[in-house]
């Protein structure tokens, strides 16, 4: 079946440790996004992708980094510089003609200890 | 500009009752509006998106949504709830038509009681 996968599904860390989130789609799309939400507060978008080797500042991108190598992956890395990256962390792609949809993933949850 | 406001962060209904989220829009341009819904600890899925073609727009599950310009509203319908349909409901809005520019609400839980 196509779809997106993440992992892991849950992660703890210690603050001051960079981890990285995988999200991978087997669905030929050509953008991808990672969005991040918090309680009351809707969706955020952090990055997004439109193509391979190039990618975009969302609305909060400061302390997260990411990569787009190949076209069905798309990781996130949430440093040591993002002050409060406790959060539930979401990966979505769509197809570069734009109709709309967004296919998500079913998330990471973050928390920092 | 755009931004889109939920009107209540929670609404609870009895089964087979009415379902009634509102969702209001900000725009200077024709908007493109979507409904999504997440299930506990998943992903959002696509209801029903509107694209400036019919008004009246039919989704999955059964929902609807009426696009009405002069009250800047995408509220989102279904005439009998069903245990089923207990999520977070996520209204959203892109004035470019690109995926990367839309902007989301801060959802509405539904709760469905017997």
């Known amino acids: 079946d196509g779809g997106i996968t993440q992992s892991p599904k849950y992660l703890f860390r210690k603050e001051g440790q960079n981890v990285t989130l995988s999200c991978e789609q087997n669905?030929?799309?050509?953008?991808m996004y990672w969005y991040r939400q918090d309680p009351g507060q809707g969706l955020r978008l952090i990055y997004y992708?439109?193509?391979?080797?190039?990618?975009q500042k969302g609305d909060i991108a400061e302390g997260y980094s990411v990569s787009r190598e190949k076209k069905e992956s798309f990781p996130l890395t949430v440093t040591s510089a993002q002050k409060n990256p406790t959060a539930f962390y979401l990966c979505?792609?769509?197809?570069?003609?734009?109709?709309?949809?967004?296919?998500f993933g079913e998330g990471s949850r973050l928390t920092v200890l | 500009a755009q931004s889109v406001t939920q009107l209540g962060s929670h609404v609870s209904v009895s089964e087979g009752a009415l379902v009634l989220l509102r969702c209001n829009y900000s725009?200077?341009?024709?908007?493109?509006l979507f409904w999504y819904v997440q299930y506990p600890n998943q992903g959002l899925q696509l209801l029903l998106k509107?694209?400036?073609?019919?008004?009246l727009v039919k989704g999955i599950n059964g929902f609807e949504a009426e696009f009405k310009k002069s009250e800047t509203s995408f509220h989102l319908t279904k005439p009998s709830a069903h245990m089923s349909d207990a999520a977070e409901y996520f209204c959203?809005?892109?004035?470019?038509?690109?995926?990367?520019?839309?902007?989301f609400g801060t959802g509405t839980r539904l709760q469905v009681t017997l």
């Open positions: 979505a792609s769509s197809m570069a003609s734009y109709t709309g949809e967004l296919f």
């Open positions: 509107y694209t400036s073609a019919a008004t």
């Open positions: 959203a809005v892109s004035v470019t038509g690109t995926a990367s520019k839309l902007t």
């Open positions: 725009s200077s341009v024709p908007p493109y």
């Open positions: 992708s439109q193509i391979v080797n190039d990618f």
């Open positions: 669905l030929n799309h050509d953008a």
